[in-house]
């Protein structure tokens, strides 16, 4: 992969990165398409990451379907499909980690204490072996995004990290691999994500600028559901994701939900009207 980046690069080529887990979607096509369009070349890797999955996490029923993958990368015709092992990418004695300070204590990061690290070494290593000029990730994992552009801007990585928007099915579930895991019925649960999302950015657009009443009201809405079981329901800061308890300039809701055994994340910005409405003040 180095060698042929290399034999790239001395022709004048940019280079896109891909990464992806696998089990490929509609999400992640977009995200190659994306990349199509911003560079010659484009590589698009699956690799399911152990340094990021916990104990106890779904490491080993984690969905994977290389050749159907493999298929649609054709398709959309990409360059090379970059697919390593886990000993060519942990080989024996390997002991080095890239840690952040601060964004991977906020939201996911709470309840899966390694999995930014993992998510952080990889991506670096990934973009070591591929020598693109940019790398695509998806909005939809934002907490992903926020760490991977500060850690290659941390470390000097001479790469630009572009951030996709979300694809969503069209009833509104934001598009995942771990969508596989629902079971036929828990739709409705898991719809309660989005409708939650929808629901707090119309209610800030409209001027309630008290986060707690937003959050209240996308609890209800999630817990109206049977069948999910609530992680976080956060708004934040977009850089930081330091929580946010006035609403009075863009900030990010994001959520985690348990939908059965499916861990459902999402988000969305909420975008108060300018200058913000004091028709709903704290006294209401
Ligand atoms: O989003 C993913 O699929 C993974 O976290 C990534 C970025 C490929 C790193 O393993």
């Not at 290659?152 to 990585?157: G, Q, S, T, V």
């Amino acid at each position: 992969m180095q060698a042929q980046a290399d034999a790239w690069r001395l022709e004048g080529r940019r280079i896109a990165l891909v990464p992806t887990m696998g089990f490929l979607h509609a999400g992640h096509l977009s995200l190659v398409r994306l990349a199509r369009k911003m560079a010659d070349k484009v590589v698009v890797s699956i690799f399911v990451n152990p340094t990021q999955f916990g104990p106890g996490e779904d490491l080993e029923a984690y969905p994977r379907d290389p050749e159907r993958d493999r298929a649609l990368l054709a398709a959309e015709a990409a360059d090379v499909l970059f697919l390593p092992s886990v000993a060519e990418m942990y080989p024996e004695g390997y002991q080095t980690r890239v840690s952040l300070d601060r964004l991977p204590h906020h939201l996911c990061g709470l309840s899966r204490p390694v999995h930014f690290g993992g998510v952080a070494t990889v991506v670096a290593k990934l973009i070591h072996i591929a020598k693109p000029q940019l790398a695509v990730f998806g909005e939809k994992d934002y907490q992903q995004l926020l760490v991977v552009r500060r850690m290659a801007r941390d470390l000097n990585l001479d790469v630009e990290i572009v951030g996709a928007p979300t694809v969503r099915e069209s009833d509104g579930l934001a598009m995942s691999s771990r969508n596989a895991y629902l079971a036929e019925g828990q739709r409705p649960a898991a719809l309660t994500l989005s409708r939650a999302l929808n629901h707090a950015r119309k209610q800030v657009a409209e001027g309630e600028h008290r986060a707690a009443a937003v959050i209240a009201n996308a609890v209800a809405t999630i817990q109206a559901e049977a069948d999910t079981a609530i992680d976080y329901v956060k708004i934040c800061d977009p850089e930081t994701l330091e929580d946010v308890s006035v609403i009075d300039r863009p900030v990010r809701m994001a959520l985690a939900v348990k939908v059965g055994r499916s861990r459902l994340i999402d988000n969305m910005a909420l975008v108060p009207p300018h200058p913000p409405s004091s028709a709903q003040g704290e006294t209401s």
